[in-house]
């Protein structure tokens, strides 16, 4: 379950929270019957229903960058997203935007190596700056070296830079709330716990270490 309450059908009163529902679940309650079309739980709208103005913000988005007006091309553009949720942990943003360039016509080969892009060679050259440029905005906040930058301007033109960046810190930002509110494929628990080992006691020191007793 989701870290925050969930909408009810009964309590949606905002006309952007019904026409959403009515869209994604038709007449069902999506919060005691869960489930979209696509397989998903749908738990992301019923908890940014909690904030009306802030579930249409975001619809907004989804609507620009899938604009007939945007000049990048889809596929750059979801091997960027697909890349983001990958190196922000998020497994919902990853698997609906790998989802997203099946749909598109990418090769199976391609999808299964955007975890591994360095190492692939299915990607070309524009797609691989793509996704070194994502890299550098996802896993170093912004910083990125002024030879990738040149690279992609050789490669791209500047609309489309800006339209590339937009989008995929848009979708940065999904894949941390997503997984900060554990919505969707992101409602798992903490992978990196402690593990109890034969031996193990309640006193302090490194882990594995046992403390002695000096007389």
């Not at 940014?48 to 988005?61: C, I, K, M, N, T």
């Not at 890349?83 to 999808?111: D, N, T």
């Not at 309640?202 to 007793?213: D, K």
């Amino acid at each position: 379950m989701p870290r925050l309450r969930q909408v009810p059908r009964a309590d949606a009163e905002a006309p952007i929270v019904t026409v959403m529902y009515d869209l994604l679940f038709e007449d069902r309650d999506p919060v005691a019957e869960p489930g979209t079309s696509d397989g998903t739980p749908g738990d992301w709208w019923t908890v940014f229903a909690l904030v009306p103005d802030v579930l249409e913000h975001s619809v907004q988005g989804f609507g620009l960058y899938q604009s007939p007006k945007r000049l990048l091309d889809p596929v750059l553009r979801e091997l960027a997203q697909a890349r983001v949720g990958w190196a922000a942990g998020s497994q919902f943003v990853y698997s609906q935007h790998c989802k997203s360039l099946r749909a598109l016509g990418v090769s199976e080969e391609a999808i299964g190596a955007v975890p591994h892009w360095a190492a692939a060679d299915c990607f070309d050259h524009t797609q691989r700056l793509v996704m070194a440029y994502t890299d550098c905005l996802a896993l170093d906040h912004g910083r990125v070296p002024d030879g990738l930058f040149d690279a992609l301007r050789e490669a791209l033109p500047d609309e489309e830079i800006l339209e590339l960046t937009y989008i995929t810190t848009l979708y940065l930002q999904h894949a941390v709330m997503s997984r900060a509110l554990r919505t969707e494929f992101d409602d798992r628990p903490e992978p990196v716990v402690e593990v109890v080992t034969e031996g193990d006691n309640t006193g302090g020191g490194r882990p594995g270490h046992r403390p002695t007793r000096r007389d």
